[in-house]
């Protein structure tokens, strides 16, 4: 996906027809990969976030049902949460949370401890949410054994012609096709639960104000799943040294004191966890990060058609980054195993 360009005259009518006509700026807004975001000014000096849905990657129409279930949710309990104030798709309209701001990096413990902290109580709020299951947005979202498929099916087709460069990386997959299984597979027995959980807890996916207090944004995958997924997405992006597409990969690592700060704050908060979940939690931050490297491989190889690319080599780079965070787990494992038991005490 490369950024489309959208006429006033579109924006204006996608506005129109929420309601809104008093606009003096509509401009982009945010790094995230997948929906097209805006940043709307009025004259009455009220801010909305404009959100073109990425219709390609969403079922809109069940994506729609699955937000406005999820935000009148917890409304009701009194959670604050993105404020819906209009949805015509592939359009929606939010509240701009004012006062809040967004990182793409962690430069301190205490935010890694905050955005933990975060995802965990997001989970916890959303563990009683009424019958029937919530739908599953994008299936097998987070099951490696399912991405790694999938990156198969791209390299035989090589499309691009661009397997050749990448027999490196994909051997990097190769040496680790095993362990991908594992929590796949003991979720299909039963050992692992299943819970309503964010499924896509990278640090810019929260919103935090000075005073410590945040809002988690981006509800688009907020479906069934595991807690391992949501805590391995966040030692994915907030134990990183450097920026998902640092192409020095010298400064790219994942930090000890960062990790140990998300799972201070996540145990403090995620009481539900079972004993095997929390057994799994370091394996799950080597397990996410190598699955969101092979999706950034696969997308590579299929010609930049899901992730949102800036440059030619975007996936690749990304890909990079990811595969070196594995590695810095790999290497820290026994050091970020004896945290996780530290704060299972
Ligand atoms: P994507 O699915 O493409 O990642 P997001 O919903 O995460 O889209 O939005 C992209 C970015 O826009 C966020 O990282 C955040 O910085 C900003 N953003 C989203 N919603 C709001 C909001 N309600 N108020 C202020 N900023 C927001
Ligand atoms: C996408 O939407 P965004 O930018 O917050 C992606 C995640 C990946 C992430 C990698 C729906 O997240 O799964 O982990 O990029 N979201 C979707 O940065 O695929
Ligand atoms: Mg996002």
Redo the contacts with the bound molecule.
């Keep these: 996906m490369s950024n489309r360009v959208y006429s006033k005259e579109e924006l204006d009518a996608a506005l129109a027809s929420m309601g809104i006509t008093d606009q003096t700026d509509v401009s982009r807004?945010?790094?995230?990969?997948?929906?097209d975001?805006f940043?709307v000014e009025t004259k009455r000096g009220v801010r909305y976030?404009l959100?073109r849905v990425?219709t390609d990657i969403f079922d809109p129409v069940l994506l729609k049902n699955n937000i406005m279930r999820v935000t009148t949710f917890l409304k009701e309990k009194g959670i604050k949460s993105?404020?819906v104030v209009g949805y015509e798709n592939p359009w929606r309209l939010?509240?701009?949370?004012e006062g809040?701001?967004?990182v793409d990096l962690v430069t301190n413990p205490r935010e890694a401890e905050l955005v933990a902290g975060a995802f965990a109580k997001f989970q916890n709020d959303l563990a009683d949410i009424p019958p029937p299951r919530l739908d599953d947005i994008i299936a097998k979202f987070h099951n490696t054994v399912y991405r790694i498929r999938l990156l198969d099916e791209a390299a035989a087709a090589d499309v691009k012609g661009r397997k050749a460069n990448v027999a490196k990386e994909l051997a990097f997959v190769d040496a680790r096709r095993e362990e991908a299984a594992k929590i796949v597979t003991m979720m299909e027995k039963g050992e692992i639960p299943e819970r309503i959980t964010h499924n896509?807890t990278k640090i810019?996916?929260v919103?935090l104000a000075p005073d410590g207090s945040n809002v988690v944004?981006?509800l688009?995958t907020t479906m069934p799943g595991s807690a391992l997924y949501d805590f391995g997405d966040m030692v994915r992006t907030s134990t990183a040294a450097a920026a998902e597409d640092e192409k020095d990969l010298s400064k790219v690592y994942s930090k000890k004191e960062y990790f140990e700060a998300l799972v201070k704050g996540y145990l403090a908060q995620a009481k539900f966890l079972t004993e095997t979940e929390k057994s799994l939690l370091a394996f799950s931050g080597r397990l996410i990060t190598l699955t969101i490297g092979i999706r950034f491989l696969t997308d590579y190889l299929a010609g930049d058609t899901y992730f949102?690319t800036a440059y030619e080599d975007h996936n690749l780079v990304r890909c990079h980054t990811q595969f070196k965070m594995v590695e810095s787990m790999e290497e820290q494992a026994a050091e970020y195993e004896e945290i996780v038991r530290k704060y299972s005490k």
């Design positions: 807004y945010g790094s995230g990969h997948i929906n975001t940043k976030i959100q990425n993105l404020e939010y509240a701009f949370l809040y701001t967004s896509d810019n996916n919103m944004i981006d688009d949102r």
